[in-house]
């Protein structure tokens, strides 16, 4: 009788040890994929894009940049003249209506911008402003005038393929942005001659340099 009590306990014990190793098991898939998808959201949410002033802006409206908070930082009015230290944004150019934010994304109703790319300074657009547009990556490459690249790492291609013929960079000549095909670009030269470069790496980080006039 007792060697049967034993037996009986020792498969309980069996049966419990084996039904809290199978919970471990699912609480560490479960745990792995919420880590995944956090990864996953995170990637797409600060996947950079930029806030771009109009070209319809009328230089009498006041510009609005916000605080954290929603309280107000600075206000100004962006005309030929304008000259302010604590704003040094992706791209500056007054006389010809250019002011370039990189925007980081959106949080309460708000543009999160870099208004200072020497210092790292981050502030907030409303997203209601009717002044700027916001541009994925993307668009903001093919409305821009130019791109230049490092010639060695990311040379012309015939086609969007690395094992395409490459073609030897002129060295005098503008690259225009044409469209897009997932990680490249169709650039057209001076001679009206369109190649491929790749405009981003593997994790879609931007490798291209972009140029807004001649």
Request: charge should be positive; hydrophobic fraction near 35%; proline fraction near 2%.
């Amino acid at each position: 009788m007792k060697i049967f009590l034993f037996f009986t306990v020792m498969i309980l014990a069996s049966c419990s040890d084996k039904k809290i190793n199978n919970i471990s098991k699912v609480n560490s898939d479960e745990k792995q994929q919420i880590q995944s998808k956090s990864k996953k959201n995170n990637t797409k949410e600060n996947k950079i894009g930029f806030l771009v002033l109009k070209n319809t802006y009328n230089q009498k409206n006041l510009l609005t940049i916000y605080n954290s908070d929603k309280s107000k930082w600075k206000s100004f009015k962006f005309n030929d003249i304008f000259e302010d230290k604590d704003i040094a944004p992706e791209a500056v150019k007054p006389e010809n209506t250019l002011l370039v934010f990189k925007c980081l994304g959106k949080k309460n109703g708000f543009y999160k911008i870099v208004v200072n790319e020497e210092k790292n300074i981050v502030k907030y657009v409303d997203e209601l402003d009717i002044n700027f547009k916001y541009q994925s990556l993307e668009q903001h490459i093919l409305s821009i005038f130019s791109v230049d690249f490092n010639e060695s790492d990311n040379s012309l291609k015939l086609q969007p393929q690395e094992k395409a013929k490459q073609i030897l960079k002129n060295k005098d000549s503008f690259y225009y942005p044409i469209k897009i095909d997932k990680n490249w670009l169709m650039v057209e030269d001076d001679n009206k001659n369109r190649f491929w470069i790749r405009w981003c790496d593997k994790n879609g980080n931007l490798i291209l340099e972009l140029y807004y006039d001649a």
